[in-house]
């Protein structure tokens, strides 16, 4: 079963608006992270959050993580045309530390 | 840079042929992954290697078996393919003596359909 559920499915927004995604898991957890895929292409990492934190901040990614609720949302600000692509939250699947990823929202950014 | 390499990236196959995946990486990392990918259900575990001697199925290893010839390569097999295994098929790894142990490197990703 999937660990990492994202929400919406799909988004799309104009340019230069935010971006907020979110991701609910089951089970606890010692850190997540947000993955990035453009069409095709192989994920990439975008950020790592680990359980005793409650925000972190990468140039224009916000993320923030709140275990009481087992959720994660993932900011993008100032949108741009290129950020267009499929974002994955992953979270480690027990002791062996694999990671699980959700199924992932697609982002639309319109000029 | 240090890479993570898939070769083929597209190939088309028949029904019942042999096919191999194969993966390189030069990041010097322990641990390698093989997943699958279909629209809408994100990716799926296949096998992983966290050692040369230590392989492990994941989610989805039945019609798979793979090898790890050494810590920089690690390849998928389709013993008999079938259409059911049409997908894009991707490569990646983690370093276990990172802090962040777990954060994952993905290859470019192999297109495989099987007609």
């Known amino acids: 079963s999937q660990q990492g559920e994202e929400d919406p499915q799909a988004l799309s927004i104009q340019e230069g608006e935010n971006a907020t995604m979110n991701c609910s898991y089951k089970?606890?957890?010692?850190?997540l992270q947000w993955y990035r895929q453009n069409s095709g292409r192989g994920l990439v990492h975008l950020i790592l959050i680990r359980s005793n934190e409650r925000e972190k901040h990468s140039g224009r990614l916000r993320v923030t993580l709140d275990t009481s609720k087992k959720s994660s949302s993932l900011l993008i600000t100032a949108s741009r045309a290129a950020d267009t692509a499929s974002y994955f939250c992953a979270t480690p699947d027990g002791a062996n530390s694999k990671l699980t990823f959700g199924k992932g929202i697609t982002l639309s950014v319109r000029p | 840079d240090a890479d993570v390499t898939q070769t083929p990236r597209n190939r088309i196959t028949k029904t019942g042929k042999r096919i191999m995946l194969e993966c390189s990486q030069t990041k010097g990392h322990d641990r390698m992954y093989w997943y699958r990918q279909d629209p809408g259900l994100g990716l799926q575990l296949i096998y992983y290697s966290f050692d040369v001697k230590d392989i492990n199925k994941g989610e989805i290893s039945d019609g798979y078996s793979v090898s790890r010839q050494a810590q920089a390569k690690f390849s998928l097999s389709l013993e008999s393919a079938i259409p059911n295994q049409t997908a894009l098929y991707f490569c990646a790894t983690s370093d276990s003596q990172r802090v962040s142990y777990n954060e994952q490197f993905f290859g470019p990703g192999t297109r495989l359909t099987v007609l």
């Open positions: 089970t606890s957890i010692n850190n």
